[in-house]
């Protein structure tokens, strides 16, 4: 008897139950911790307000085309990604099935460890636990960060019982659906979130000196856009702020209505991710200025990014508020919380799908067993070298897997199945139709092309001196076997039968 191939199949999908919900979904995957740290020291770094020019920029050619690429293939083949992949070609479902692998066992692992540090660092605020020395509170006692890779130490119990705390909320969201578990849970994340960025903000505003660092935040400095480096880094952070090329929009596309306007709605989740990252920024730069005023240090001096800015600068800076320093801390690290949990979840929704759209486990089955193995499979970054292990992992993760896995998206998409066949089902549902320009041409050609150029870059850098100071032998070991042995099990998974659809 033949095996039924994921054309014949017509199962029963969730449903989003409104519009807005599904919009506050994809918006709560796009703004992830990086959202609120990391856009704002790259428009630092690159000209300031002048940055968002060339960033727009990207986003109009690349950010917002992927984005209906995502939003189109999963609604219009009504699948995660390997089944809308197997769909678009038979022999591309190992891409789909790539993609989500090694995000849901590789970068949701560490990030759920980020994710606990915030946490930990929420219960810190209330006593300021930090101290008078941040930098060697959070390093040396809290990480206990060792020698190297080579060196894994202690598990670190602060971090382990976070972690458990996290993988339990992410189990819990996802384990009651899409409609009972992430639109409810994203509902009520995402006004938060918003809430909490303007509360930072507006006390920001109150504290002496802040203006200063909003200021240097935004300044724009237009010499900075004949630097090809500033639109390299517009187009680098648009790939990772959108969280694109990891089958999250994929699967959340494919719970939507048949009637649904994915023009506009690949442009209202781009620019509320922007508009977030950009307000973010107002508070972060803030907080700089003041503890700049208050140190009476340069302000270049106080300027980090990164988790040194979350779990060094910022304690530093609470330290500093001539009060409700604990209040302040707390509103901080819930924000960068409810933002992590609300990407993280994501993440473990698309793999979720992927494996009920083929296998057709139940639901509850596939969360538990999934939290569990992604709270084992993050142990490692809970220990004294885990900090190492996450560096390494996260670069060959999300520099060469998320490139190259945008790259082969694009291919597949733009040349086998054909970019106007995308074009045509978009704009069938659309209000306002999206033209060649917006779509096949950044598709066939723009989006590959600079995807390329980052990718060749990253490789050619890592060759001329190794990735961080890390010994050879660990970043292969570590970062290049991570993303094989993803790469042989999406293989070996898309080799396996479709199974018949329970009715």
């Known amino acids: 008897m033949a095996q039924p191939t994921p054309q014949t199949m017509e199962p029963h999908r969730a449903q989003w139950k409104t519009q807005w919900g599904f919009l506050l979904a994809a918006v709560g995957s796009a703004i992830g911790l990086g959202s609120i740290w990391r856009f704002a020291y790259v428009c630092y770094e690159n000209g300031g307000g002048a940055y968002l020019i060339p960033y727009f920029v990207a986003l109009v050619t690349a950010g917002v085309p992927l984005m209906i690429l995502e939003y189109g293939i999963g609604h219009q083949m009504r699948g995660s990604a390997p089944m809308s992949f197997a769909k678009l070609s038979p022999h591309w479902e190992w891409l789909g099935w790539w993609t989500v692998t090694f995000v849901m066992f590789g970068i949701v692992l560490y990030y759920a460890v980020v994710i606990a540090w915030c946490v930990c660092y929420l219960w810190f605020s209330l006593s300021l636990a930090w101290g008078a020395d941040p930098n060697a509170f959070f390093f040396q006692q809290f990480l206990g960060v060792t020698a190297g890779p080579q060196v894994i130490g202690d598990i670190r119990s602060p971090i382990l019982l976070a972690l458990v705390i996290v993988w339990a909320a992410n189990w819990l969201i996802v384990f009651f659906g899409v409609e009972h578990g992430i639109e409810k ?37 237009f010499s900075r856009l004949t630097d090809p480096k500033v639109w390299v880094d517009a187009y680098s952070q648009i790939f990772f702020t959108l969280s694109l090329g990891f089958g999250i929009m994929v699967a959340y596309a494919s719970y939507l209505p048949k009637k649904a306007d994915l023009h506009r709605d690949a442009w209202v989740t781009s620019l509320v991710d922007t508009a977030v990252s950009l307000v973010a920024g107002l508070a972060v730069f803030g907080t700089l200025g003041y503890m700049a005023a208050q140190t009476g240090k340069p302000f270049e001096q106080v300027v980090q990014h990164g988790i040194g800015l979350a779990f060094v600068a910022y304690p530093q800076a609470i330290s500093l508020l001539p009060h409700l320093q604990q209040a302040f801390g707390v509103v901080f690290f819930l924000t960068l919380t409810v933002a992590g949990i609300a990407s993280s979840i994501s993440i473990l929704e698309a793999f979720c799908a992927a494996v009920m759209d083929k296998f057709h486990y139940p639901r509850k089955t596939v969360v538990t067993v999934l939290s569990v193995v992604g709270f084992l499979g993050g142990i490692v970054f809970a220990t004294g070298g885990g900090l190492s292990w996450l560096d390494i992992v996260d670069h060959f993760l999300s520099h060469y897997g998320l490139f190259l896995a945008c790259i082969l998206q694009c291919v597949l998409v733009g040349w086998v199945y054909g970019a106007h066949r995308l074009r045509e089902h978009v704009n069938a549902v659309s209000a306002t139709p999206v033209g060649k320009w917006l779509l096949d041409v950044p598709i066939r050609y723009l989006i590959p092309a600079v995807l390329a150029y980052l990718l060749i870059s990253d490789v050619i850098k890592d060759i001329r001196e190794p990735y961080g100071g890390y010994p050879w032998m660990a970043l292969l070991l570590i970062g290049r076997d991570w993303l094989v042995v993803t790469l042989l099990a999406a293989l070996i998974i898309a080799m396996r039968p479709w199974r018949k659809p329970l009715k």
Request: hydrophobic content about 55%.
């Open 185 to 221: 849970a994203n509902k009520i994340f995402m006004p938060l979130l918003m809430i909490l960025i303007l509360v930072l903000v507006g006390w920001t505003l109150t504290l002496p000196g802040s203006m200063d660092g909003m200021l240097r935040y935004l300044k724009p400095d």
